[in-house]
């Protein structure tokens, strides 16, 4: 057991990294299906998949007997270990992205950035275990803080998830989501910003038609792309980022298909479309956008199967922290994006609370015009992590 003194700071170095194998990329694909279908609404939507799962995957260290069973299944993985390895391997793969980026006469920065901390109840023991493995894996330092003054801690992990989302997440952490019996609270922050690969003009405003068919004019931008894919119901297209590392795949469902494209998603056609681009000439008209949310996350987690883990549940069991019973007491996540014809800006903060409980030449040629609600992914190619996923209802 380890206990902390107030203020006192420990960081571990993430472990080298292993192989990504397909299925790590295919368990991240179900998993951003399965959460966007868990909360999706006739509205706008952002949520990131990874910034939920990587805290899930750090508290699955301290999860025993069903609880773990059900963390494993949660984010896809047969093994602690395997989850471990896959994703720790994929956040070092993510961190690579950072750089500066020259592709003929264009040059930008690229930055992808993504932090996890542990903030556990000073001098109350914490076991060495989890925290090594959060450190090793995850490269998440533990911060002892007192949650007996709500207000102090919760200015410290909104200033760690304000700095680590350059200024996009504020208040992460509302006091009153803090009590005596809070011993863990487990976080991410994630934030992307690049530039287009391809530079790009503004177009004519677009008419664009709501849910409820009612019509607002929004700026747009044209935009060119050489991959597309389709299906039963659906269309879409990818844009690059500089580099050709990340990419945003814009999704436009038929209308009423919305909860159909989500099904098909959550059964493997995320990972399909995402590493199954046909080679085709592609004029998009997009619309520019920004949007933030705040998403509490404790019932789209049961939607999605999860028993054993929220203080409402049987059998919880995350002894793997500490010998005291304790449970999720909430998850929440807030999210901000900005879309333009320069390219894209986006940034996600997640905290998990733990309580005591007591290419051939183009021969297709396609038209996208995004004048009513659609879909979109911005992903990892290499990994084909989803790091965003939302809906466009009122750009």
């Not at 990329?25 to 910034?51: Q, T, W, Y």
């Not at 963390?71 to 093994?79: A, D, K, V, W």
């Not at 994703?87 to 992808?112: D, F, I, M, W, Y």
């Amino acid at each position: 057991m380890v206990l902390l003194a107030p203020g006192e700071t420990k960081v571990g170095a993430p472990q080298e990294a292993a192989e990504i194998t397909a299925a790590s990329g295919k368990a991240a694909c179900a998993f951003a299906a399965r959460l966007a279908k868990a909360i999706a609404e006739n509205d706008d939507l952002l949520v990131s998949p990874i910034s939920l799962a990587l805290p899930l995957a750090m508290l699955a260290n301290g999860a025993k007997a069903t609880t773990l069973a059900k963390l494993q299944t949660l984010l896809g993985y047969g093994s602690l270990a395997e989850m471990n390895g896959q994703l720790g391997a994929v956040q070092q793969a993510l961190a690579s992205r950072n750089h500066t980026v020259e592709k003929g006469t264009r040059s930008g920065e690229v930055a992808l950035e993504v932090a996890n901390a542990l903030w556990a109840q000073q001098a109350t023991p914490v076991r060495q275990t989890f925290l090594t493995a959060c450190a090793r894996w995850y490269g998440a330092g533990v911060q002892g803080v007192d949650f007996t003054a709500p207000q102090s801690t919760a200015n410290a992990i909104n200033s760690w998830a304000d700095e680590h989302t350059h200024g996009r997440i504020k208040d992460l952490v509302s006091p009153d989501a803090i009590t005596p019996a809070t011993r863990l609270v487990l976080t991410n922050a994630t934030w992307f910003t690049a530039p287009w690969a391809d530079g790009f003009s503004r177009g004519d405003r677009l008419p664009f038609t709501h849910d409820d068919t009612s019509t607002t004019t929004v700026e747009s931008f044209r935009a060119a792309s050489r991959q597309w894919a389709d299906g039963p119901g659906w269309r879409a297209s990818v844009l690059d980022y500089l580099g050709d590392e990340l990419a945003m795949a814009f999704v436009l469902p038929d209308k009423g298909k919305d909860q159909a494209l989500l099904d098909g998603w959550a059964t493997g056609g995320l990972h399909r479309m995402l590493t199954g681009w046909r080679t085709a000439q592609v004029a998009l008209t997009v619309p520019m956008w920004q949007h933030e949310q705040e998403l509490v996350l404790k019932e789209a987690l049961h939607r999605m199967g999860i028993k054993h883990l929220f203080v409402e549940d049987t059998d919880v069991d995350l002894t793997g922290i500490r010998d005291e019973e304790m449970a999720l007491t909430a998850v929440v996540q807030k999210t901000w994006i900005s879309v333009d014809e320069k390219g894209t800006e986006a940034a996600a903060a997640t905290a998990a609370y733990v309580g005591a409980t007591s290419a051939q030449p183009p021969q297709e040629r396609h038209d996208l015009v995004l004048d009513r609600p659609f879909w979109y992914v911005i992903f990892d190619r290499q990994t084909t992590t989803p790091l965003f996923v939302g809906r466009v209802a009122k750009p």
